[in-house]
């Protein structure tokens, strides 16, 4: 809930929020559940977990600290209280309080104290505490039963505002101190005008289709311009799981292939002979091989020895026969920073189903094609007509930081993303790594690099087409609300400053005009229709409704678009705030063309919730993590300070910022900085 001014009155936002609750009970209970689902017991499910304790007569709440790596049997610490030697957890608690652990040595011990000084104690003497909320990352069936609860229709959700919320939230009448100054929340939901906009034309190389409902068929159509797979490989990846192909010439990898390969074809793609296939050794199981590191080992050895280097294939197919946080990202790092290789991975699990195989098959096609240099599909001209008018660049700039599981000095990575020409269609990245609060609490949160990423952005655009764009409009990603003020303070000069490194052909400066719009999902604002002819099947808005009244700023010129289809649950729009404006976009031409442009999103056969420049930024940052996916998914990030110590933690965070600048190394392949290989 959040009270937000509007125009001559205040209002108050609510939304429906859910999240995973620990089960209150008996911790050790609760850890023996957890480990006979998962098999194993990570730090990060019980971090920052509060437990009360009753052994000293009187209930305690502490926080754990961490899981300790012995039980109550084999954990000692010296004591004074008991001759001043050692002793077991298991013996002092037998001794001390008379309680014999029925789990001394079948669970860890929790540490109740910190790093210093730690208070081990057995987890079975521990309680959870009911209405307790998790904070990490829920396991993914975990996740998946969360889905099916959180999904529900947007009328369920208001039911449930009106019906339950303003209670519990203290908005009824009987608020006493409401009351005392005189306020009151009008218990009926604001209604706000909205408008539909109409999708735009969809066109394939053999002309226009039908879009209904933010989507459309490509069955039987063909690319506008497909890619050259005349030189490819594929990368067998013998993990030792039961849906594995047994080597390059198993049947079934064949007609597996040629089914591929026939979907490519027919997309318009240039297919030539069967590809090269490689198949690595079985790999080392995760318990034999921590990290997975030999196991990374053979697949760059496998790559290098089947691949000529000085012809290396267009792309390269990776058979993966499961998930694994390891192996995924150590491919991608391997290809993308090392060899200078595209990828495209495919899960056996999915690829080889009979039932939905075709549609998987069109999906990695459409990846393909992009990473190729291809198009799949242009909006008409007169859909385009906002951005033909004059020499146009969009540019998408995101930024993502360490997650709390991160080892503390892990940086955050940045991501400029922009169109190479009038099509729209491709777009490069910059990729970056910069420090940040977490190292040095001088350093600033948002872009810092920004001039060197758009001077090579420009130049890029000035390769292909011989001039530099008169206009630029970036959507920025990522911003909260206040921090409009710092894209402005800090970002913006760097843009003006990167326009001055350039030139026109005559000598003169380059200045284009510059556009700022500012995008964002994460909001609580949900609307609903009103009418139920205005709505879709599942109760939400139809796409492209835009609201630019009502509930929008006071000041800025902002608007919310729910550009896509909502497949399930309530949509949720995403919000445009035009924050700097030298191209004096009108309110209809900035809605209009930003609708529009949701549907240029070259890996879908749909429209987009955010636009596309902002959608790349935030793929190419993902991707970019993966590159450091061993610190920033740390199994213990807390393992690395040295608390109560300021310059030894100081300290410990450079040394995590220095290696990850050393795996960084000089980024992208030079071979990949032209290309859309995040998608």
Known sequence: MSVRPNFKQLMVNINVCMTGFYMGGNLAEAMLEFQRQTGTLPNEFFDKLKVVTTHLGYPRKKTIFRIGGSTSRQQRFKCDEFGGGEISVEEYFKRKYKITLQYANVLPVVNLGNKDKPNWTPPEICTIPDNQPFRGTLPDVATAAMIKVACNPPAFNANLIVQQGFTRLGLRGDNALLNNFGVSVDPEMT?????????????????????????WNILGVKFHE???????????????????????????????????????????????????????????????????????????????????????????????SGIDKFIYPGIKRLCDMQIGLQTVCMLLDKATRDKGQDQYFSNVALKVNIKLGGINHLLAPESMQWLLSKKTMLVGIDVTHPSPTSLKGTPSITAVVASIDDKFVQFPAALQIQRNRNIDKNAEEMVQGLVAGMVDRLNMYRQKNKVLPDRILIYRDGVSEGQYGLVLEKELPQVLEAFKKLSTPGGKPYRPTLSIIVCTKRHQTRTKPTNTNDMTKNGNNPPGTVIDRGITDIYHHDFYLQAHFCLQGEARSTHYIVIYDENKLDANTIQCGTNNASYMYARATKAVSLVPPAYYADLACERAREYLSRLMNADDARSTTSRGDPEAERIARQRVYDEAARQWGEGIHRDLRHTMFYI
């Open 191 to 215: 209604v706000v005008p909205a408008r539909q906009l109409p999708p735009p034309k969809v066109t394939y190389k053999s002309g226009p289709l039908r879009v209904a409902g933010g989507s």
């Open 226 to 320: 497909g890619g050259n797979m005349s030189n490819w490989a594929v990368l067998l990846v013998q993990d030792g799981r039961r849906n594995e192909f047994q080597g390059p010439s198993d049947p079934q990898l064949r007609a597996f292939l040629q089914g591929f390969m026939e979907k490519c074809r027919s997309s318009g793609m240039t297919v030539g002979a069967p590809p090269t296939i490689m198949q690595t050794a079985r790999l080392p199981s995760p318990a034999q091989d921590q990290g997975r590191r030999r196991a990374i080992d053979i697949i760059t050895n496998t790559l290098k020895q089947g691949l000529d280097p000085k012809k290396k294939p267009s792309f390269v197919l990776v058979l993966l």
